[in-house]
Nanobody
Framework: QVQLVESGGGLVQAGGSLRLSCAASGRTFSTYGMGWFRQAPGKEREKVAGISWRGDITSYGDSVKGRFTISRDNAKNTVYLQMDSLKPEDTGVYYC?????????????????WGQGTQVTVSS
């Protein structure tokens, strides 16, 4: 069993930056593929970024490429999402997710564990 706790969300002006963290419990964290997803009101949950268990393979949604960076520190059981050049359309609840596979995945239903989410609001 893995428990995930996100932090770092908040209110920021367009063009600003935020860094989200996802702290995981469990000794098997380092073997899991991880992902960040977001969900805006009335919209489906979409993938933002993913990272493999060793951190050597990353992937990003088209809307955040070049602005967001995912990373992980397996010694600290933590995954990060650095968000730069934020836009109002980045507003939503951001979720951290883990899957019992070495790589990340595109679809939410491929993940086995989810955090409770953290709100990110970008004002124009």
């Amino acid at each position: 069993q893995v428990q995930l706790v996100e932090s770092g969300g908040g209110l920021v002006q367009a063009g600003g930056s935020l860094r989200l963290s996802c702290a995981a419990s469990g000794r098997t964290f380092s073997t899991y593929g991880m992902g960040w997803f977001r969900q805006a009101p009335g919209k489906e949950r979409e993938k933002v970024a993913g990272i493999s268990w060793r951190g050597d393979i990353t992937s990003y949604g088209d809307s955040v490429k070049g602005r967001f960076t995912i990373s992980r520190d397996n010694a600290k059981n933590t995954v990060y999402l650095q968000m730069d050049s934020l836009k109002p359309e980045d507003t939503g609840v951001y979720y951290c997710a883990a899957r019992r596979e070495s790589g990340s995945a595109y679809y939410p239903n491929k993940y086995d564990y989810w955090g409770q989410g953290t709100q990110v609001t970008v004002s124009s």
